[in-house]
């Protein structure tokens, strides 16, 4: 199937510690992205990587850092998790060049800090 | 900056009811505007943009510069329209920028 996949979909975790979570697409998308949706529902752009060029939302601790080791993948790394990061993040891919803006976005990986 | 607000963050109505989700944003160049829509335990998935001007599922929005706004709109609800709704705007860097989202319940 030809999509955006996610894993793992749920990952609980005790504060500290550190996690990685894996975004895949095979859509052959030039854009790849990190969102995080919080408890009540609101989403928020994280990243946006194209081409090696990487786009952070200001926002965004240096504790998350995103890697790409190609461009088919874009894994998001968290260092010393707080309870604040308990939340649904969401990977999603674009082709940016063509200027079809459509989003593809995978299933969620459902973090949980305790 | 821009910024794109749904006002309602629950709206609900009855079945062959007509429905409007309101949005509105700020942004100072020429918008991208999109609705996206996450069914219970889905994915988000995209409904609708505003260039394309076509109706999905029943649904329209119309672009409204002077006002601001892109109102999703539906003449008779259904009850599989049921959903979280999120409106969006796409910046120039290629990131959307999403409302806080509406959940649209459609009751028999």
């Known amino acids: 199937d030809t999509a955006v996949s996610q894993t793992p979909k749920y990952l609980v975790t005790q504060m500290g510690n550190d996690k990685s979570i894996k975004c895949e697409q095979n859509?052959?998308?030039?854009?790849m992205y990190w969102y995080k949706q919080d408890s009540k529902k609101f989403l928020k752009i994280m990243f946006s990587?194209?081409?090696?060029?990487?786009?952070i939302n200001e926002t965004v601790p240096n504790r998350f850092s995103p890697k790409s080791p190609d461009k088919a993948h874009l894994n998001l790394h968290i260092n010393s998790l707080e309870l604040g990061d308990s939340a649904v993040y969401f990977c999603a891919s674009s082709q940016v060049s063509g200027r079809s803006y459509e989003q593809y976005f995978g299933p969620g990986t459902r973090l949980t800090v305790t | 900056a821009q910024r794109v607000t749904q006002p309602e963050k629950l709206l609900s109505v009855f079945k062959g009811a007509p429905v409007e989700l309101k949005c509105n944003y700020s942004y100072s160049g020429s918008p991208e505007l999109f609705w996206y829509v996450q069914y219970s335990r889905q994915r988000l998935q995209l409904l609708l943009r505003?260039?394309s001007r076509e109706s999905i599922k029943g649904f329209t929005a119309d672009l409204n510069k002077g006002e601001t706004s892109f109102h999703l709109k539906k003449p008779f609800a259904q009850e599989e329209d049921s959903a979280m709704y999120y409106c969006a705007l796409n910046n120039a860097g290629n990131m959307l920028t999403f409302g806080g989202g509406t959940r649209l319940m459609v009751k028999p």
């Open positions: 859509l052959g998308h030039d854009t």
């Open positions: 990587y194209n081409n090696k060029e990487l786009i």
């Open positions: 505003h260039i």
